[in-house]
């Protein structure tokens, strides 16, 4: 049996209305890490799909929760137990409204910020001793639009930072398995590792 360093999952919500919403920015960072090292997420178990990475010698289990948000601490608990894990081996890939669009975060423990796939983690895990990579969507909503926010879609003009964001979000997950969570936290949260984005130069 394969000793996974980490168990990474993707939070969002199954079903193609829900795929370019805010709250899937988890599904669309695993999704392009898939699609990079050629993973096949078809095989499920756990009420989750899964599959398994390899990078920098290390191994490690990829999921995307089958439930809906609010139920996504019970796949992750289901895989936890099946391979013998701690909870502090859990990464998991969350929007996060109060960073700016593009934004990502890197931290241990915490509230779940009155996110509901994060409260779902902490009920079924019994603690809050897991690996947040944060990614921010943006506030762009008045009192009492949350909801309807972050099952939106990404406007027009936020397209480019958030192809940018998912690009860095697989960066910051290849960083963490290549240099372990304590240097990934400072590298990753002062966004030493990723490149910013070049300005479009306008020539008259």
């Not at 241990?108 to 897991?130: P, V």
């Not at 003009?157 to 990934?184: C, F, H, P, T, W």
Request: charge should be neutral.
């Amino acid at each position: 049996m394969v000793k996974y360093e980490y168990i990474i999952a993707g939070l969002g919500n199954i079903g193609s209305e829900y795929c370019k919403t805010r709250h899937n920015i988890g599904f669309m960072i695993i999704d392009e890490l898939a699609k990079k090292y050629n993973l096949d997420f078809s095989k499920e178990q756990g009420k989750a799909f899964y599959t398994e990475w390899k990078y920098a010698g290390k191994f490690a289990l990829l999921i995307k929760p089958t439930t809906f948000m609010n139920l996504s601490g019970q796949a992750i608990l289901n895989h936890l137990n099946k391979n013998e894990g701690k909870s502090d081996e859990v990464i998991v890939i969350v929007d996060e409204y109060n960073f700016p669009l593009g934004r990502l975060h890197f931290k241990n423990g915490g509230s779940d910020g009155g996110h509901n796939g994060l409260k779902s983690i902490m009920d079924e895990l019994n603690n809050s001793n897991f690996y947040k990579l944060r990614c921010g969507i943006d506030k762009n909503f008045n009192l009492g639009g949350l909801v309807d926010y972050v099952l939106g879609e990404f406007e027009e003009n936020e397209q480019e930072k958030l192809e940018k964001m998912i690009k860095d979000g697989v960066k910051a997950l290849e960083y963490i398995m290549k240099s372990g969570k304590q240097r990934a936290m400072s590298d990753i949260n002062s966004a030493k590792i990723f490149e910013p984005i070049t300005p479009i130069k306008i020539t008259i």
